[in-house]
Each structure stands twice: as C-alpha cells, then as structure tokens.
C-alpha cells in the first residue's frame, strides 16, 4: 500500500515540529505525515543530559502527545525508519519497506554521534548521547561506574562528564583540542569552566589524542584508553562525544546536494525544488562570512524548521534566512555560561572587550566591529541573549549608546529593543 | 483556535521611574525588596524609561527552544506557564526571547517570567502615575465571539468602515428577541435590510422612512407588550436620520418613555447619499453642501449636540461612546439594554467615516481615539439617578490640531477656523463638567443661565 502526504516530514524534534508548526499556521488542511524512527513521541536530545542524571523523568520529557498530532491532524508514525528518498518519483521508501509519496518533503533528520576511528574502539563496550535508549542505558551505566572516560570536551561530553561525577565515578576528559567547549568558548573561559569541572574532581586532558583503545582484563568489565603521551587511563565506563555528523544516508542517489549536510538556500530548499531541509541535517548560510556552514544547535533547528514550514506552505509572510549565528548556553556545576556570536577571529576591525573576575567566576567578553556587536560571552555575567542575537541580527548601531553597552550591557540592550522592536 | 486574553500595557510617557511596580513584583513574587527579583524591568534610557518583560507571545520562543517541555502557552489564560519541575535550567529559552523576559534568577536559582498574577497583577496596583494597564478588553471579544452573529456575512461597508464592527457587535449582545429599524444611511445601505427579498439579518427587520423610525418602533413594541412578549426594539440609526428629519419621532418617543434602544452612529453627515452636511456635522467640515472653494470654507455652524438633547429628556438611560474604547462601549451597551426594558435608551456612538472624512482605511480607530483624545467629543452616560457622568475624563487632551491634521475634511482650515473649534471644545468640556457637577436628573424646566 502506499500512502500519499501533501507534506511529509522526517524526523519529529525541533526543526520537524517547528516546521509542523509554521505549515499549520497557513494550511490548516493539507495532508501531513511526519515519520521518525524513535519509537516514542517527540523529545529533544538537548534534554538527555537531565535524563542521564535523574533530574528529568524519561517520560516527563516529551515534546507533544498524541492530543496535539490528533488535533493537528497529522499521522504521525513512530519507530519508523526511512531508508531512501526517491526524489525521480516524489516517494520515500521506509525499512519494512512500504512508500510514502509527497508533494513536499522536509528532512529534518538531525545529526548522529561520529564514532572516531581510533583502533581498539570497535571491540570494546562504549556509550553515545542521543537518543532516549542511549539516555537511559548510561543512566543505568553510571549508576554502577567506579571510573569513566569521556572522550571529547564539547557540550554532550562535558555534560555526560559532570554527571558521571556527580553519579560518584572518578572520570577523565579527554580532549584534542587545547581547550573545553572549542567553539563557543575562548581560552580564558574555557580555563574558568575547565577549573570548576577540576574543583568537581574531574581530570582534564585537553590537547591529548586517544591513541588506542585496549579492552580490559578478560572477565573484566571496561577499558583502557591509551593517550598519546603513553598514559593508560583504565575505566569502567567510556563515552564517546568526540561530534555529529548529519543524518544524510537515506538522500544517497536522490539527486539532493549535499556537502557535509544538505545544502539550503534562504528558505531551506535543497537543490531538490519540493524537498526541504532543516537543523542539524542542513547547511545553510552563515551569518557573518555567508558561507554554507552546519550549526547544530537548537535555537537554530527552530528557526530553520518555522522557516521550511511555512516555505512548504507557501506562505507569503515568509522572511528568509538571516543566517546562522552561533549560540549557546551551558550550565555547570550550578555556574552559567552563554555564548552568542563570534570571536571576531579573521574579521578585520573587529574590536574585543574582555573582563575577568576569577575570584567571582565571573567572565564577560563583548566584540564589536564598526559599533556593531559581533558576540557577547559571559560566565555568571547578566544578559538576554535573545536580545543579543537580536541586536546581531539587526545590525544596530550602538555608536550613541557605546559606553553604557561596554558597561552594563543587559541594560543598554533592554533599552534598544525597548525602542527599537517593543 | 484561542481568543484574546488580557495584558499589560505600558505607557512610557506616563513612567516616573518610581520603581514601584518593581518592588511590589519582587514582593509578590520573591518575598524579596529588591528590584533585581522583579519580572517586570523598567529600565532608564535617557529621559525616558523602558520595559522588560515577557509579552506572552502567541507564538512563544521559548516555548519552542524549550528541550524539557517546561514552558506552554496556555490557552486558557494567554499566559506562557512556567513548570519547575520539568524545567533543567538549560537557559536555551532566554536565548529564545528577544524581549528580555524570561531570565535567569540567583536567588530562585532558576529563570522567572511574568504570569500576570493570575489575573490580578501586582505591578499595576503599585503604578500610582498610571503608566501600567491591565488591558482586560480580551475578553469582550471573547464573550462576544461566542454569541450568535445576526447578521448575514458579507455587508458591503467602505473599507476600514466601522460601522458593521458597531452593528454586528450590538446585535450579538442585544441578542435573538429583537425586531430592528434601520432607517435610510449607511446601515441599511450596506445591505442589512437584505435584497431579493431575503433579509440581511437573522431577526426582523424594517427599513421606515427617516422621519418617523421611533415612532413605528414605538408602535410595534407596545404591541408585543400587548401580546406579552418580551421584544427588544431596537434602531440602528444615523445622525441624519436621528438629529434631522427624523428628530421630532425622536423626541417624541423619548418624552413618552417608550421602551426602545435607539443607537444613533454619529459619522457626522449623509455619507451613504454622497456626503451631504447634517446637524451633527461639525464646524468648519468639508461636506459636499459645504464645498470648500473660492468663498466656501466648509460648515458654517456648530454641529448640534444630540446626545445632550437627547440627555434633557430625562431618558432611563443616555450615553455617547467610541469604537476605540470598546470596553466602554459594551458596558454602556449593557446598561442601555436593559433601561430599554424600563423606558427609552439612547446610545450615540461616534463613529469616523473613512470615505468621507477623508483618512487612510486602516486609521478608523486611530482617528476615532484621537476624538477622545482631544476632548472633541466626550465619552459619558446619564440615568436619572446619578445624573451625568464621564466615563473616560481626559485631563490633559491632545491638541485638537493632531485631530484636524489626520482628516483630510479639514485640510483647509484657516487658523481663524481652527481657534473656533479650540473654543468649541474647551466650552463643551466647561459645559459637560457643569452638568456632571450638578448630578441628578435635569430640572422639568432647564435654566442653565
Ligand atoms: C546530549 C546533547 C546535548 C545538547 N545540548 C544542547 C544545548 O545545550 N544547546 C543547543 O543549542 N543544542 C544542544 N544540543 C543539540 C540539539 O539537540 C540539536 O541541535 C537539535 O536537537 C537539532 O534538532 P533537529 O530537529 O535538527 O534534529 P534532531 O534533534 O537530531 O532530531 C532528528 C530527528 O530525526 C529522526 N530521524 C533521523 N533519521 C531518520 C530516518 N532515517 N528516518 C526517520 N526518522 C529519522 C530522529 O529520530 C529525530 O526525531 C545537544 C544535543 C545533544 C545530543
């Protein structure tokens, strides 16, 4: 049998409900499918830090219930994979083997964990972060873990790290580049997080390699993880966080272009004219230099899926694409730190203010070009970011209002938004 | 779908920085004395002062970066809901927001955002300057939306007309039960008489003449009573047909204490008929028999102040009310529905006409404040009992000039023309004061020397 959707979305986190969302807004009608290989309803891999560490209940998790699908009208099949697109003929083909046809697709895959080729691995027991199952079964690990090993200091790394220590494991980081959270943070912040995570008793070994992997004794539970200055750092518990890669397999063959994700133009089209993509599966343009980069984040998952949904839609009230901006926030053993824009590395006139209280833990750092804010950091430091990426986004002029924003920049902000888009 | 709920509304021009609605959020909120706790910010920018806080968007940010499906609009109250116990205190919803309103707080160690107190926000009771509202007009809308619509869809108003806004509201609220005269104007030349035979409304309606609307709705309703059935007589009229010819029905209706809802919809002239002058047309307008031209300067005389008139009949119940202030206007409308049932009930609504005042279509309720605004009309009602009274004092009016400029009727005034409107206006304040102070019905025989 095969089924037909009018708009048939892959994939059910924030960039498929975002987009289910926006459609809905202009057709309130068309037929919509939305097929996603988990098997339960939609949850956010950005909640399965708080599912490894008993804050969040599993099944208090969830994005939607069945009331929302229903009242939406829309079919939502679960635990479903799709193998293949055949875009030739406007139809997926899904693992048991059944078709769905479209008249517009978005694929709204995600990103999955990228498994480093470092030899040994393949042989040994190892855990990754992102899905529900992986969330609960390195619950379960942890509960029982004496030593931990997490390869990678990104944000999935250094939230499994925290949680194993706090779960009582003696656990190492591992990290090959110079530095924590490499990315969003700079040095100096990166050193203040990096302190609290070594205040929480968790080893760092930042700009080390894995170089090999050895199985533990026989009978034995666990690991060593052989680093390149020889240490062995035996562990009955390894987690692998070393990156995502986008989830494009099923678009193999179909005509859609795809570089390291897929390749979207302003309105999230692929090179394919009905097929959509948006989050962590799409490479979009950036906001500072306009090349096609992936930002895998959710705020722009969101953003990417509300504008796919309505240019499915095709609904007049679309606005393109500003451009990716990066953002984060990440929280750590109860500090905060929030990050959006850039460092203004290789923008020329880019002009940083940095300010470091390292007895408070508090960190702020602001970067401007020609009056225009680039990216505002902080640790423990006052500021809404969403107002930020705002000011970002807007290109506002803080010429008049330069030394106030330099100062106090949660309040200067306010005081632009006030007047600018109250 | 969800209606309209209720909000804050923050008028910066009446902002002292006082601080006070801060402290009493902080207070309600976090037992707490200092601003800092909060969830409305007022911040200094420089003279003026400027808010933070969470707008309760329709389609909420924060609720979409929520990971944890801790923040969701709920569709009862409008407000975006916060729950603790779900909440991971990841701050991607900050990231969310562009209006600073949900933020982290050290004390509650987690983000906070407005919840309007449940109905009843504290911010707004500590505003003394009265820059904070509680904006409840949602509601109407709400409760009006649920009732029927008695007329059929489609009426053929100008654009940005509001009237159909004043006809199919007041007869959603008037309700089922209700035989309605629309004289000759626009009301029944937009089609609610109906064509082909088919009537434009879901109850009875008839279309008399100009001259004598109360006086056959007067008739039919003591025929009902005679019957014993309870009937709404309703017209739906226009200043033409009411102050003009139609006066002495009027009058003699009203000194009868027939019991009617008569609604007069006060565009200031015979718009339907091509723009022609009435008695309600204001001094110096441009009508088409008030040309404006080598001698002519628009209307020579003042406009003639009905609802006064009407008020000096000692009705049950009299008021003037404005589309911009629809709170006011239903409240009136409901105490008018049910003097009707006492004795006569007149409700004068002023109403700006798009086409033949001369304004942008989309600025008919902007236009229609700025009436307000300026005291060149006033909103008030009158019972017997406790005499007139305003409903909407304006302490400090506008200049009328900002009321002149955005018509495009008054494009010719000389600056003569323009103090006599000024005089007009403050003797109408004077005037109306007057009578508010004296309370009570009017004397038998008025003498106001
Ligand atoms: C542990 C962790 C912590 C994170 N923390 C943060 C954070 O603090 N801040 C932040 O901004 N971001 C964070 N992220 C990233 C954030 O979760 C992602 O950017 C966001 O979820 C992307 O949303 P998406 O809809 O594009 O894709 P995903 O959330 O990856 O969802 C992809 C969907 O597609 C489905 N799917 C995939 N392939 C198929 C197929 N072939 N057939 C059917 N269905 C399929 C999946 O089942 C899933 O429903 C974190 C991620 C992880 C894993």
Redesign the pocket.
């Known amino acids: 049998m095969i089924r037909h959707a009018d708009y048939l979305i892959?994939?059910?986190?924030?960039?498929?409900?975002a987009a289910l969302h926006t459609l809905r807004m202009h057709d309130s009608e068309g037929a919509v499918t939305m097929?996603?290989?988990?098997a339960s309803l939609?949850y956010?891999?950005?909640v399965?830090?708080y599912v490894v560490s008993g804050r969040s209940q599993p099944e208090r998790v969830f994005l939607r219930d069945d009331a929302y699908f229903r009242a939406q009208k829309v079919d939502y099949l679960s635990g479903?994979?799709?193998?293949r697109v055949a875009a030739d003929r406007n139809v997926v083909r899904l693992a048991n083997g059944d078709e769905i046809g479209y008249k517009a697709l978005l694929v709204?895959?995600?990103?999955?964990?990228v498994v480093p080729p470092i030899p040994g691995l393949g042989g040994v027991r190892y855990h990754v972060?992102?899905?529900l199952d992986d969330a609960v079964a390195l619950r379960a690990a942890a509960a029982g873990a004496r030593r931990a090993v997490v390869l990678g200091a990104g944000?999935?790394g250094m939230?499994?790290a925290e949680n194993l220590a706090h779960a009582g494991a003696d656990v190492a980081i591992v990290e090959r580049l110079p530095h924590v959270l490499p990315g969003y943070f700079d040095a100096d912040a990166a050193a203040m997080i990096g302190r609290a995570f070594a205040a929480g008793g968790v080893r760092l070994f930042t700009g080390r390699e894995a170089l090999s992997i050895a199985p533990g004794e026989s009978g034995e539970p666990g690991c060593s993880v052989v680093l390149d200055g020889g240490e062995t750092l035996p562990c009955d518990l390894l987690v692998v966080?070393v990156g995502?890669a986008p989830?494009t397999?099923?678009l193999q063959g179909s005509g859609v272009a795809v570089d390291r994700g897929v390749l979207v133009d302003d309105s999230m089209r692929s090179s394919v004219a009905n097929i959509f993509a948006?989050?962590?599966?799409?490479q979009a343009r950036g906001f500072y230099d306009g090349v096609k980069t992936l930002n895998?984040?959710?705020?722009?998952?969101v953003e990417?899926?509300r504008i796919a949904g309505m240019a499915m839609a095709g609904d007049p009230g679309i606005k393109p694409y500003p451009g990716g901006v990066p953002?984060?926030?990440?929280t750590f053993f109860g500090q905060h730190a929030v990050s959006v824009g850039t460092h203004g590395e290789g923008i020329p006139g880019a002009e940083t203010f940095t300010t470091v209280d390292a007895s408070a833990a508090r960190y702020l750092k602001i970067v401007l070009r020609d009056d225009r804010l680039l990216g505002i950091f902080g640790i423990n430091a006052a500021f809404d970011p969403g107002v930020m990426w705002e000011l970002i986004l807007r290109r506002v002029d803080l010429a008049p209002v330069r030394e106030r924003f330099l100062d106090a920049p949660q309040d200067a902000a306010r005081v632009l938004m006030s007047r600018t888009w109250r | 779908m969800t209606g309209a709920y209720s909000t804050i509304a923050f008028d910066a021009a009446r902002c002292d920085g006082c601080n006070a609605c801060m402290v009493s959020c902080a207070q309600a909120k976090a037992g707490s004395d200092e601003v800092a706790d909060s969830r409305i910010q007022i911040v200094a920018g420089d003279g003026a002062f400027e808010l933070a806080m969470c707008r309760q968007c329709g389609d909420p940010r924060c609720e979409a970066n929520c990971?944890a499906a801790a923040l969701v609009k709920n569709e009862d109250s409008g407000v975006v809901d916060w729950d603790g116990s779900k909440c991971v205190d990841?701050l991607?919803c900050t990231?969310g927001c562009a209006y600073g309103g949900i933020v982290r707080n050290a004390r509650a160690g987690h983000v906070v955002k407005c919840d309007l107190c449940d109905g009843d926000p504290a911010c707004v009771k500590a505003c003394a300057p009265g820059a904070l509202r509680y904006v409840t007009t949602a509601r109407i809308y709400n409760e009006v939306g649920q009732l029927e619509d008695l007329f059929v869809p489609g009426l053929s108003g100008c654009q940005g007309c509001n009237t159909e806004l004043i006809m199919r509201h007041a007869l959603r609220r008037i309700g089922p039960d209700t035989v309605l005269a629309t004289p000759p104007g626009c009301i029944p030349g937009m089609g609610s008489v109906g064509y082909n035979g088919l009537t434009g409304t879901k109850v009875p309606v008839f279309h008399p003449l100009l001259t004598n609307t109360a006086s056959m709705l007067a008739g039919i309703k003591r025929r009902y009573n005679r019957l014993g059935r309870e009937v709404n007589a309703v017209a739906l009229a226009g200043d033409g047909g009411a102050s003009d010819v139609g006066f002495q029905s009027l009058s003699g209706a009203a000194e009868r204490g027939e019991q009617i809802l008569f609604i007069c919809v006060d565009n200031e002239g015979y718009m339907n008929t091509g723009m022609q002058r009435s008695s309600c047309t204001p001094y110096g307008a441009w009508t088409s028999t008030t040309p404006v031209g080598e001698h002519g300067r628009g209307k020579t005389q003042d406009a003639k102040n009905l609802p006064v008139l009407m008020m000096m009949h000692n009705c049950a119940y009299v008021a003037t009310a404005s589309t911009a202030f629809m709170e006011d206007l239903y409240a009136k409308l409901d105490r008018a529905i049910a003097a009707s049932k006492r004795g006569f009930a007149y409700l004068h609504i002023y109403s700006p006409c798009t086409t033949g005042w001369r304004f942008p279509s989309q600025d008919n309720i902007t236009v229609a404040r700025m009436a307000v605004e300026t005291n060149f009309v006033l909103l008030w009602e009158f019972d017997p009992e406790a005499g007139l009274q305003l409903t909407h004092p304006v302490d400090a009016p506008r200049p009328v000039r900002d009321y002149l400029e955005a018509q495009g009727k008054y494009r010719h005034l000389s600056p003569e023309q323009v103090a006599h409107i000024e005089a007009g206006i403050d003797r109408q304040a004077a005037f109306i004061a007057r009578l508010a102070q004296a309370g009570g019905a009017p004397p038998a025989r008025p003498s106001f020397a």
Request: charged share 10%; net charge negative.
């Open positions: 892959i994939g059910s986190s924030h960039a498929a409900l097929v996603t290989r988990d939609p956010s891999p950005t399965l830090p479903i994979e799709v193998e709204a895959t995600g990103a999955q964990p972060l992102r899905t944000l999935i939230h499994a966080g995502v989830v397999g099923l948006a989050g962590d599966v799409a895998g984040i959710l705020p722009d998952a990417q899926g953002l984060n926030t990440y | 990971p990841c991607l990231v």
